[in-house]
């Protein structure tokens, strides 16, 4: 292993930033709309991961393909575009370590299944878009995660080597990415996890349960950091 990352690289949702109180407030307010009842945050925190179809099926128990099912999708996204970084913010600990990242001249990017339409306000808004070398949405790629194309594109634009480089996602497509792209893998625990999921079985070579985790991780795994 090189004395230091070539990269780290992040999933966005759920893993650099904590978007799901937008998506709360967001569906609420679709539900509203229609005349139905609220859904709790801890209800809705488990779908974000699989995008706005999930929390909009979740939402109104429906199905894609049913009645009334792609009109609400295309609501929901509507009332997002308007709604993209009210209350999201980096997760705990995560600021710190992007500038750690900074002071060690390592340079880090996104690599996300979030649209670039969503993704760009998201990251300008949190002013995070001057210090990512690299964003790649699926907007970018032909196939998106876990097909590894997304990785590959983040690495080139970087201008660095995937097997040297480290990639955090909080779903097991990220993993899967990951690890098809020969990068070190991280599992982040404390995001969007599924109900009856266990990172566990991801097949990460690390996992994090919060991401001050990912300072002492990294400090622990290459020598110039230390």
Known sequence: MSDKPASVLFDLDGTLIDTAPDFHWVVNTLLKEE????????????????????????????????????????????????????????????????????????PWGVVTNKPELYTTPVMQG????DSAKSVICPDHVKDKKPNPEALFLACKEIDCDPESSIYVGDHIRDIEAGNRAGMLTIAAEYGYIDEGDDPKNWQADHQISSATELKPL?????TALR
């Open 218 to 222: 990294l400090q622990s795994l290459y």
């Open 35 to 106: 005349g139905r009842d609220k859904i709790s945050y801890e209800y809705l925190r488990g779908c974000v991961s699989h995008g706005a179809r999930a929390m909009v099926g979740a939402a109104f128990n429906l199905k894609e393909g049913e009645a009334d099912f792609d009109r609400l999708h295309q609501r929901m996204l509507s009332i997002y575009l308007e709604h993209l970084d009210v209350d999201s913010q980096l997760f705990f600990g995560m600021a710190e370590f992007l500038n750690w990242l900074e002071e060690h001249d390592i």
């Open 126 to 129: 949190l002013q995070l878009s």
